[in-house]
């Protein structure tokens, strides 16, 4: 007996329509849980920017926003008053000088008289009184000059640390002192901290199991969301 297979146009469509199966061989492996949290970026330096002298904004040496270096001038309190101030103490250094080597001049001259009982013992106590005031008179005047000085450099005002500057409290023109608000704040952000916050709960069991803190069971990374506008 022959057998004859009818093959039609439709059997072949249908065999073509058959859906495809891929094999995959499963294998079990230890997953470590995800879990994610928000953050914040913070500076690790931050440093108000305070007048430490009073007087008139004369400069403002920097554009709002931009890295500076430490040691940049940013801003400059009118600075002839504190210069005036500098020259009549430097003057009154001066003659307190002029006045040490009078009297150290004086002393030496009246120490040889008495050698010879030409001056009195009260006269001579008198000269060395006096020169031992002189020399204090000199101390003073380089400390109001060093005080002078100072207050000098003060007037300008600059970066105590390597940041990026905020917007500027006062313009140039502006009356500024001590009691005034910041003039600017510099943040720095090389390196920078991330603070994420971690429910209590999950603290709490943390504690409970142990933190080995030279070998930590976590593996964090950082992702930063791009924020269309």
Do not use: C, W
Not at 28 to 45: D, F, L, M, T
Not at 159 to 184: C, D, F, H, M
Not at 189 to 195: E, L, R
């Amino acid at each position: 007996m022959v057998a004859a297979l009818l093959i039609t146009n439709a059997t072949v469509q249908d065999a073509q329509n058959l859906p495809s199966i891929i094999v995959i061989e499963v294998s079990a492996q230890e997953v470590s849980p995800v879990v994610k949290y928000p953050g914040r970026a913070e500076a690790v330096e931050t440093v108000e920017l305070s007048a430490r002298e009073e007087g008139f904004l004369e400069q403002r040496n920097f554009r709002e926003g931009a890295n500076l270096t430490k040691g940049d001038v940013l801003f400059v309190i009118k600075q002839e008053p504190y210069k005036i101030v500098v020259e009549q103490r430097l003057a009154e250094l001066a003659a307190a000088e002029a006045k040490e080597k009078n009297a150290q001049a004086d002393f030496k001259r009246k120490k040889a008289l008495a050698k010879r009982n030409d001056v009195s013992q009260a006269s001579l106590d008198m000269s060395e009184a006096e020169l031992a005031t002189a020399k204090a008179d000199v101390l003073h005047a380089q400390a109001a000059l060093r005080s002078a000085n100072l207050d000098h450099n003060y007037t300008e005002i600059r970066s105590p640390i390597n940041g990026r500057i905020s917007l500027a409290t006062y313009s140039v023109g502006n009356l500024v002192n001590t009691s005034s608000e910041p003039l600017a704040t510099i943040s720095r952000f090389d390196p920078i901290y991330v603070t994420i916050k971690v429910s209590e709960e999950q603290l709490i069991e943390a504690r409970k199991n142990g933190i080995n803190l030279d070998n930590l069971p976590v593996a964090p990374t950082l992702r930063r969301d791009e924020l269309s506008v």
